[in-house]
């Protein structure tokens, strides 16, 4: 079965050749406008026309134009382009089956949360600024306001495979976990929350941790009025989309000193302006949308992409299907 696969993405030359030599057998082509951004989307481009596997960030016209497409994988673990009631429709009908790389994804974004979550937990955001500024030894303070994470609880807002791994590093520290889904299943590492009792799980933890996709349902998810039900004290995390945070709200929260702090790895408008207020605001902490971020993140794409196509030749499941 020889197929013609469409990539629109510019890789680095390692990842290049392992894409190339991965694909032997088959006809590799590349479209004339190629993105070097898993969140930007490709150009039209007629070569998706041609093709039975589109892998990158194809437009989603050109998706929808296709007679022959018959699987799209994508280089992000979101896929907002592609998740709109009618294009989702149009795609079930014509066939065409939909992978994301979430896989590639879940480890760096549970590490990048666990990671702040530990730095926010033993104070040493205040420690590094203390050291930086007036350099005073502020012992008694600091390990009165240090915590624990060790039996407090974790709310998870989407229970993907970003927060499926990070319910497995947080283990060993014997958090009782919640979890938000979209499907109600149930899972050895969580308690699932339902639609109807979100606001009670937002009242009970001390650590909100916002991993959803953005999408009709999830825009404005954590709106005020829902900040106004997280416990006082309570630290919020987003490495999701910047989107599902009424970030006007959130700023209120910091600046009151209701909410212990905020993680954003994401914001609304990417970069974030030099001048917003978030940048300066009690306890928030920011990092450029770097949380998926890694050495040889490039080739990972590659690889999962290889390892789906090695799936899709044997008509097995395909990995991170969300269509």
């Known amino acids: 079965m020889k197929l013609t696969i469409f990539c629109d993405t510019t890789f680095p030359e390692e990842a290049l050749c392992a894409l ?9 082509v590349f479209g ?3 993105t070097s951004s898993n969140l930007a989307s490709g150009a039209p481009d007629p070569a998706l026309l041609t093709a039975d596997v589109a ?16 699987w799209v994988h994508l280089t992000s ?12 429709a149009a795609l079930i009908s014509k066939g065409i089956a939909l992978t994301t790389s979430s896989t590639v994804y879940a480890d760096p974004c549970a590490e990048h949360v666990l990671a702040m979550m530990l730095s926010m937990a033993r104070r040493l955001p205040e420690s590094l600024d203390v050291q930086r500024t007036t350099r005073a030894w502020e012992s008694t303070l600091r390990r009165e306001r240090s915590i624990l994470l060790r039996g407090q609880t974790v709310l998870l807002l989407g229970y993907g495979a970003i927060g499926r791994r990070l319910a497995e590093l947080l283990a ?39 991993v959803l996709p953005e999408n009709e349902r999830t825009r404005g998810f954590l709106d005020r009025a829902r900040l106004a039900r997280m416990r006082e004290g309570a ?37 974030l302006p030099a001048d917003h207020p978030l940048w300066s605001a009690p306890n928030c902490f920011l990092t450029p949308h770097a949380a998926g971020g890694r050495r040889g993140e490039h080739l990972a794409l590659v690889r999962h992409f290889l390892d789906n196509l090695r799936r899709f030749e044997r ?8 269509l």
Request: glycine share 12%.
């Open 20 to 28: 190339s030599e991965g694909v032997a057998g088959h006809s590799l």
């Open 32 to 34: 004339s406008a190629r």
């Open 55 to 70: 892998f990158g960030q194809p437009a989603v016209d050109g998706l929808l134009g296709s007679s022959r497409l018959r």
């Open 77 to 88: 673990a979101g896929y907002t382009r592609y998740d709109g009631d009618a294009i989702r």
């Open 172 to 210: 060993p520290f014997e958090v009782r976990l919640l979890a938000v889904r979209r499907r109600a299943e149930g899972d050895a590492h969580v308690t699932v929350v339902h639609e109807g009792d979100i606001d009670r799980a937002l009242g009970e933890a001390d650590h909100v941790v916002n």
């Open 235 to 271: 630290f919020v995390y987003n490495v999701g989309r910047g989107t599902t945070v009424d970030q006007s709200a959130l700023l209120d929260a910091l600046q009151s000193g209701r909410l212990g702090g905020a993680y954003l790895d994401v914001t609304e408008v990417e970069p």
């Open 315 to 322: 008509g097995e499941a395909l990995l991170d299907r969300v």
